[in-house]
């Protein structure tokens, strides 16, 4: 069997770990059985050991192959979220958990006459650390589903995956970025309020510095662009390009909202994705289970069985014109 992407690596590892109920030895040699990728094989068979490093045969291998397949699934997500979009391309990375020189005030360069003194220019540094964040979510299958090893199944459930993670990723991200940032009301509904509307947003960004701008906007929005698009660009219900930067379509973001970015002024990272599976669980079927009244549902009686994603990841804010928004459009 080819070597598969390792992008596909932690969804493979999922369905073998849905298929065997959690599993990890029947998992394994489930994977086995199918000829499943080396790295999914290493993956699946981890297990705990006293300290290791990335050579030697074991426990470290082991790591190392889970941290390929983790980053490779990251940037898979480059098309379907606005965060690891900016992580995979701008966005500063710094090491989670660490306490951080930023800029806040750059070093001025001056032009300096002959036999003139040459000035100093100053730095003004903050130091704040960047914090764990962690964002879960539930996956719900059949036992039908979770037991097909076909590749409809395998579909379904990587698609489920990435839109999971995507979708709990991008929420708390914006939680971050957003509270502080200039959000401005649509001035009209005609094309000249549209250019006025994004004259103003784009003015607010800062388009300096080695990040990439980005466009993030409401499913209603981005049909809107679909529609308006002069044929400059490749703006679509599902993103492209609009006004010759990347544009990014996300559910999380409120109808009627389009944000604009810069990476460079924002400091994140990802740290690691953990799997839970397990059908002998109670589960309140609400997205907002806090003080909801819902039925709680047995996965047993059911027959189905739960997947907890976890994705841990760090996100700051650090320039205050790198993220701006305009809300309540209807261009």
Not at 120 to 127: D, H, I, P, Y
């Amino acid at each position: 069997m080819p070597e598969l992407s390792a992008s596909i690596d932690l969804p493979l590892v999922a369905k073998y770990l849905l298929a065997a109920r959690g599993s990890g030895p029947l998992a394994h040699t489930l994977a086995a059985n199918a000829r499943a990728p080396a790295r999914v094989l290493s993956i699946l068979s981890k297990a705990a050991v006293g300290g290791a490093v990335t050579s030697d045969g074991t426990f470290g291998e082991v790591l190392t192959d889970i941290r390929i397949a983790e980053s490779a699934f990251f940037t898979s997500l480059r098309s379907e979220s606005v965060f690891f979009r900016l992580w995979d391309s701008g966005l500063r990375r710094v090491p989670l958990r660490t306490h951080l020189g930023i800029l806040s005030l750059g070093a001025t360069a001056y032009i300096v006459g002959e036999g003139q003194p040459k000035p100093l220019s100053r730095l003004t540094l903050s130091n704040p650390a960047l914090p764990v964040r962690k964002a879960a979510a539930i996956i719900v299958v059949g036992d039908q589903v979770a037991d097909d090893m076909g590749p409809a199944a395998q579909s379904l459930i990587t698609l489920e995956l990435r839109a999971a993670v995507a979708d709990v990723v991008d929420q708390e991200f914006f939680d971050i970025i957003m509270p502080g940032a200039p959000s401005t009301p649509a001035s009209g509904t005609g094309s000249d309020a549209m250019a006025a509307d994004l004259r103003l947003l784009l003015g607010q960004i800062s388009t300096t510095g080695a990040g990439a701008l980005v466009w993030a906007a409401a499913p209603d929005v981005a049909n809107r662009l679909s529609l308006i698009n002069t044929g400059e660009g490749s703006m679509s219900p599902l993103g492209g390009e609009f006004i010759g930067l990347p544009a990014l379509v996300s559910g999380v973001i409120p109808a009627g909202s389009l944000r604009l970015i810069n990476a460079a002024g924002i400091a994140g990272n990802t740290d690691k994705i953990s799997l839970d599976v397990s059908n002998q669980v109670d589960l309140q079927m609400s997205d907002a289970p806090e003080g909801a009244a819902a039925a709680m549902v047995s996965t047993w009686q059911n027959n189905a069985t739960a997947l907890k994603v976890e994705v841990s990841f760090g996100a700051e804010r650090f320039r205050d014109d790198a993220a701006a928004e305009i809300t309540g459009i209807e261009w």
